[in-house]
């Protein structure tokens, strides 16, 4: 294997474990938290957002989504509802105040 691929796989290795530690540090910080609704900006495929609200104890009924992409919006439609938007560029589908918990983890 040479010097470069070695370098590239070990990044990749370290990248997806700082993703893992970082999703477990915000379900610390989720534990104990009251909430009945969650908006998750920047979603993905649903699969952390899923996670969060059952750790938070709140059905998937009222639980939504941004995403930017639409091929992960897609795949997290399966799951709940998901709004397609440029965070940068469009204003956000929902009114103030209409969620209990918002999170945005790894997203700007």
């Not at 477990?24 to 910080?29: D, E, K, P």
């Not at 609200?53 to 709940?80: C, M, Q, T, W």
Request: contains cysteine; hydrophobic residues 45%.
């Amino acid at each position: 294997m040479t010097g470069l691929l070695r370098g590239l796989i070990r990044r990749l290795i370290k990248a997806g474990e700082e993703g893992l530690r970082n999703h477990q540090a915000v379900m610390r910080l989720l534990a104990g938290v009251s909430a009945a609704s969650l908006l998750d900006v920047g979603c993905a495929d649903g699969t952390k957002a899923e996670a969060y609200a059952r750790g938070l104890g709140i059905p998937l009924d009222r639980v939504k989504g941004i995403e930017s992409r639409e091929n992960y919006a897609a795949e997290a439609r399966e799951k709940f509802e998901v709004y397609k938007v440029d965070v940068e560029k469009d204003p956000f589908p929902v009114p103030d105040e209409a969620f209990d918990m918002i999170v945005c983890n790894q997203v700007l």
